[in-house]
């Protein structure tokens, strides 16, 4: 299985401050020599799992544009350019290109 | 509004069985593949299962196969998760999931608790 290793686990964050998070992947995520199933989710506590950027830098609609992922081959990134108190939460990175699909362990964003 | 609604969670001892339900609304049912993913307590997410759209295709987590079963009743507008021989460790909340494209699954039920328990 595609192991996928988010980087760090914990990151405190400070309101208005920039926050980044990483993601590594054991193959790469090409999939048809076209697309990158790259996802992102944001979980917010107590609620399910909700979609912030797909194949690699897609931001879904209603996300706000502080949020963007970029990166390529079997590295990724996910970026938020103003840590708002909203953002609290478990993020995940995703592959969609090798199956079994797999997450990233998680990083837990906290204030 | 794409909404999931899922059902049939709730406490079974080991070896027992389930049979979870996701009931869709505010998609056309039949389009699009549709999978089924567990997030145990305090835990991360795992796929375990998808379906296409007219069930010709289907596979399974490692964990799950054989054991589990994915279904879908277009008509119902409904997906299902049949779990036999329950273990312990699947002790989960169980979500489905849609979208356009399931590889990068859009939409996710507010998911129903399996409990696995002697």
């Known amino acids: 299985d595609v192991v996928m290793t988010q980087s760090p686990l914990s990151l405190p964050v400070t309101l208005g401050q920039p926050a980044s998070i990483s993601c590594r992947s054991t193959?790469?995520?090409?999939?048809?020599?076209?697309?990158?199933?790259l996802n992102w989710f944001q979980q917010r506590p107590g609620q399910s799992p909700r979609r912030l950027i797909y194949?690699?830098?897609n931001r879904d609609s209603g996300v706000p544009d502080r949020f963007s992922g970029s990166g390529s081959g079997t590295d990724f990134t996910l970026k938020i350019s103003r840590v708002e108190a909203e953002d609290v939460g478990v993020y995940y990175c995703?592959?969609?290109?090798?199956?079994?699909?797999?997450f990233g362990q998680g990083t837990k964003v906290e204030i | 509004q794409v909404q999931l609604v899922e059902s049939g969670g709730g406490l079974v001892k080991p070896g027992g069985s389930l049979r979870l339900s996701c009931a869709a609304s505010?998609?056309?049912?039949?389009?699009?593949?549709k999978g089924w993913i567990r997030q145990a307590p305090g835990r991360g997410l795992e796929w375990l299962s998808y379906?296409?759209?007219?069930?010709?295709?289907?596979d399974y987590a490692d964990s799950v196969k054989g054991r589990f079963t994915i279904s879908r009743d277009n008509a119902q507008g409904s997906l299902y998760l049949q779990l036999n021989s329950l273990r312990v460790e699947d002790t989960a909340v169980y979500y489905c999931?849609?979208?356009?494209?399931?590889?990068?699954?859009?939409?996710w039920g507010q998911g129903t608790l399996v409990t696995v328990s002697s």
């Open positions: 379906i296409s759209g007219d069930s010709g295709d289907t």
């Open positions: 999931a849609t979208g356009p494209q399931i590889r990068t699954p859009a939409y």
């Open positions: 193959q790469g995520l090409v999939y048809n020599g076209r697309y990158t199933f």
């Open positions: 505010g998609v056309t049912f039949s389009d699009n593949y």
């Open positions: 995703m592959q969609g290109t090798h199956w079994p699909w797999t």
């Open positions: 194949e690699v830098s």
